[in-house]
């Protein structure tokens, strides 16, 4: 079992920089690839960013490329969104999601584990 904890939302102006962390605990991180999806209100969960168990390939949904990065630490059994350049459009709840294989993937389906979300708010 994983356990994944959220933290880093928050209020910002647009233009404006947040950081959300995820800290997991439970089995060997580095097996585990991880994702960010977000669900802002009226609208289905979807994807944002994921990451591969070793830290070395990412995917990003159209609308952040370039203005989001994700990271993670093996040896803290953190992964980051550090977001840039934020719109109102990406105000949701950001989810990190863990799946039990080393590739990424864009689909919800394909994560076994959720954290309970964060709330990202960006005011125009």
């Known amino acids: 079992q994983v356990q994944l904890v959220e933290s880093g939302g928050g209020l910002v102006q647009a233009g404006g920089s947040l950081r959300l962390s995820c800290a997991a605990s439970g089995r060997i991180f580095s097996n585990y690839a991880m994702g960010w999806f977000r669900q802002a209100p009226g609208k289905e969960r979807e994807f944002v960013a994921a990451?591969?168990?070793?830290?070395?390939?990412?995917n990003y949904a159209d609308s952040v490329k370039g203005r989001f990065t994700i990271s993670r630490d093996n040896a803290k059994n953190t992964v980051y969104l550090q977001m840039n350049s934020l719109k109102p459009e990406d105000t949701a709840v950001y989810y990190c999601?863990?799946?039990?294989?080393?590739?990424?993937?864009?689909?919800?389906?394909?994560?076994?584990?959720w954290g309970q979300g964060t709330q990202v708010t960006v005011s125009s």
């Open positions: 990451i591969t168990g070793s830290g070395s390939s990412t």
């Open positions: 999601a863990a799946r039990w294989r080393p590739l990424v993937a864009r689909r919800e389906s394909e994560y076994d584990y």
